[in-house]
């Protein structure tokens, strides 16, 4: 069974810092890992999605890189900003005809200003 | 891009009543929506998969007979949380899938009183 692990729990920047957001799942047969932003009391977000054969996507400030054979994810964010305060959750869909997706139990940020 | 929406955003019942929570694609077809529940300061549990037409797919530990899931047309699933009571209060969240990707509504506050 998929486990998917995020660290840390929590974290707490100021303003401006550049920072990593970590994720590992133990099965590495993975068809694509997304990762999501949360608001309280929100859905989700999607913020990047990366296929399995893909090593890292990039949106503006957000990079997210994929190791498949480690069961590795990253979220880096660059120049926070108190915006980004949320959680960040990842999620991994496996092979096969299954499309549900496991997610990690989410790391929540908050960036001082 | 897709929009998933839900009705209602929160709701507040009394205990043993049963509450409907609607979830529609708005602009393109969803041959199989996803209900989640998230426990706070938790991450999303996968409750069941339905598809259009068909009975839906329970996770171990869900009670199908608690939580009905009717996914009667390709833009509209709901469920009904039968004598609902105060343990089931929670976020419940609903995905679905088209386009080649997945698409999640902004959630419903379920408080049981």
């Known amino acids: 069974k998929q486990e998917v692990t995020q660290i840390p729990a929590a974290l707490s920047v100021p303003e401006g810092e550049n920072l990593v957001l970590n994720c590992s799942f133990t099965?590495?047969?993975?068809?694509?890992l997304q990762w999501f932003r949360q608001d309280p009391g929100k859905g989700l977000t999607s913020l990047l999605l990366?296929?399995?054969?893909?090593r890292e996507q990039t949106s503006g400030r957000l990079n997210a890189s994929l190791d498949k054979s480690s069961g590795r994810s990253t979220l880096y964010i660059a120049a926070s900003q108190p915006g980004d305060s949320a959680t960040y959750l990842c999620?991994?869909?496996?092979?096969?005809?299954?499309?549900?997706?496991?997610f990690g139990s989410g790391t929540q940020l908050t960036v001082l200003p | 891009g897709a929009v998933v929406s839900q009705h209602p955003s929160w709701v507040i019942c009394k205990s043993g009543t049963s509450v409907k929570i609607e979830c529609r694609s708005l602009?393109?077809?969803?041959?199989?929506m996803f209900w989640y529940r998230q426990f706070p300061k938790q991450s999303l549990m996968l409750m069941a998969t339905?598809?259009?037409?068909?009975?839906?797919?329970?996770e171990q530990g869900v009670e199908k007979d608690k939580f009905l899931i009717n996914h009667a047309s390709l833009t509209l699933s709901t469920l009904t949380v039968t004598s609902a009571h105060p343990e089931d209060s929670s976020f419940y969240i609903c995905?679905?899938?088209?386009?080649?990707?997945?698409?999640f509504g902004p959630g419903t506050r379920l408080t049981v009183l």
């Open positions: 099965d590495s047969a993975i068809y694509n």
């Open positions: 990366i296929q399995s054969s893909q």
């Open positions: 995905s679905a899938s088209g386009q080649g990707a997945q698409y």
């Open positions: 339905s598809n259009e037409g068909s009975k839906a797919t329970y």
């Open positions: 602009d393109f077809q969803a041959t199989t």
């Open positions: 999620a991994v869909r496996p092979n096969g005809s299954a499309r549900q997706l496991t």
